[in-house]
């Protein structure tokens, strides 16, 4: 295959991917009627090319180059929809009609390390097990949650822990521009789809005995000789 011909090809499954994100159709349809519109454009596109392209570029590569074009287009399409990971139908993220929701409490297990992110909060992903708003009935739920939580001493947790947080859902940022770190895609490739800004814990279970326990001990002692902020960063 000559250049001309492999950069055609190339060109068309770039044209299929950010035909993704490009056009914004109704909110009413689902992911994959959305895929078959575009898939039905792009076979328009491809069969138009086909047809009327001799007409304007007389030197063009063999019509059998441009409908390949077309199917790797739609070839990729379809690919980036089935690798791109969406939330289930109960998951917690589609409480969010808008970016936040206020005063909502989420009962969940948590399901890793206790870390210390930038600002110096406690950070963790929580299992989602329950929620309830104000003055409803509690609700069953699904999901993974980015939490992050004030960090003093009523706050500390330990992985495995089931516990009741207060705080604010929200709706992950994306990037501005291409250079840019985008959150939703990272807390999306992790599974997660929302993120929890807590404020109060207002209940947790005893965790069962684990690892964390020798590794709580090595945090105590290293903030006994070092105080609480040094020894904290260096715990973290």
């Given at each position: 295959m000559n250049r001309p011909n492999s950069v055609i090809l190339g060109l068309a499954y770039i044209l299929g991917l950010l035909s993704t994100g490009l056009v914004d159709f109704s909110p009413q349809l689902n992911r994959w009627?959305?895929?078959?519109?575009?898939?039905?454009?792009?076979?328009?596109?491809t069969l138009l090319t086909t047809i009327f392209i001799r007409r304007f570029w007389w030197q063009s590569p063999p019509r059998k180059i441009w409908l390949m074009?077309?199917?790797?287009?739609?070839?990729?399409?379809?690919?980036?929809?089935?690798?791109?990971?969406y939330p289930s139908a109960n998951d917690i993220s589609n409480l969010l009609k808008n970016n936040v929701v206020n005063?909502?409490?989420?009962?969940?297990?948590?399901?890793?390390?206790?870390?210390?992110?930038?600002?110096?909060?406690?950070?963790?992903?929580?299992?989602v097990k329950e929620f309830s708003l104000k003055n409803?009935?509690?609700e069953k739920s699904t999901g993974?949650?980015?939490?992050?939580?004030?960090?003093?001493?009523?706050?500390?947790?330990?992985p495995g822990q089931e516990i009741t947080i207060k705080g604010l859902l929200y709706r992950p940022r994306r990037a501005n521009n291409p250079s840019a770190f985008d959150f939703a895609s990272y807390l999306a490739r992790q599974g997660?789809?929302?993120?929890?800004?807590?404020?109060?814990?207002?209940?947790?279970?005893?965790?069962n005995w684990g690892i964390w326990q020798i590794r709580q001990r090595i945090v105590e002692a290293q903030i006994q000789r070092l105080g609480q902020e040094k020894g904290t960063l260096l715990s973290s």
């Open positions: 009627q959305e895929v078959v519109i575009r898939i039905v454009i792009l076979s328009l596109i074009g077309g199917l790797i287009a739609i070839f990729a399409v379809v690919y980036l929809e089935i690798r791109t990971p005063s909502i409490k989420i009962t969940g297990s948590i399901i890793s390390e206790i870390r210390l992110n930038r600002r110096e909060n406690l950070q963790f992903w929580l299992e409803l009935p509690t993974k949650l980015y939490v992050t939580l004030p960090n003093l001493a009523e706050n500390q947790v330990y997660a789809f929302a993120g929890l800004k807590g404020e109060i814990i207002i209940d947790k279970k005893s965790p």
